[in-house]
């Protein structure tokens, strides 16, 4: 199995703009997670799906962000617009949930940069 | 990339050492607890975990003992090696719960 698949890796731009981040889960799991990374607060849960289905997003800083699974082997997550503070590593990670091993499955990571 | 920066708690130890890792988990109703590792540029890998019924756990090279009275966590890490050097997260979920909340993380150095 290739694991969880994020896209891009590295994001630069600018204030502003849209960015999508992509996250392909490990084939047979059922839940998705979205996490964010800085260095003032460490990893922080965005929102997380059982099933394609958003159980909490109360981790989604704004209405700026959005994230939403067409279908059960991936997900995106959208900022719209985009500002510095945004800047992070962005974590997707999925489980097989039903299974209380509670080993999450974590992608390399989508490091995004606004100027 | 990295994953954590500059004010993380540092633990150092000589290769071959035994490392231990602590970890103060927030909220006495959880009752699973995980240790992740991250290294640069990657996203965090599970290494062990522990049910809250239990107080100790061994994997190889690797123990993670479980004190709730002062909801504490460690984790011990035998013979010490140049690969264990990362960031060690614990993470711990309430019952029946799917959100995991993380720890800030200590990095480990491993000197040669």
């Known amino acids: 199995d290739a694991g969880v698949i994020q896209s891009p890796r590295h994001e630069v731009t600018e204030m502003g703009q849209e960015v999508t981040l992509r996250c392909k889960l490990i084939s047979g799991h059922n839940s998705l997670f979205w996490y964010r990374q800085t260095m003032m607060r460490g990893l922080e849960l965005l929102i997380y799906f059982n099933n394609n289905v958003p159980i909490d997003d109360s981790g989604m800083p704004e209405d700026r962000f959005s994230a939403k699974m067409p279908n059960a082997s991936f997900s995106t997550l959208k900022i719209q617009p985009s500002e510095p503070r945004d800047s992070a590593v962005y974590f997707c990670a999925s489980r097989l949930t039903g299974v209380r091993t509670g080993e999450l499955f974590f992608g390399e990571g989508s490091r995004l940069t606004v100027l | ?112």
Not at chain 2, 40 to 49: A, E, L, M
Not at chain 2, 91 to 110: D, I
Request: net charge neutral; proline share 5%; aromatic share 10%.
């Open chain 2, 1 to 112: 990339g990295e994953s954590v920066g500059l004010h993380l708690p540092t633990l150092s130890v000589q290769e071959g050492d035994n490392s231990i890792i602590n970890c103060a988990y927030s909220n006495s109703a959880s009752d699973y607890f995980i240790w992740y590792k991250q290294e640069s540029g990657k996203g965090p890998q599970f290494i062990i975990d522990i049910r809250s019924n239990m107080d100790k756990r061994q994997g190889q090279r690797v123990t993670v003992l479980l004190n709730k009275t002062v909801k504490h966590l460690s984790l011990q890490i035998a013979a010490t090696q140049p690969g264990d050097s990362a960031v060690y997260f614990c993470a711990e979920t309430l019952p029946y719960g799917q959100n995991f909340v993380f720890g800030p993380g200590t990095r480990l150095s491993v000197l040669p």
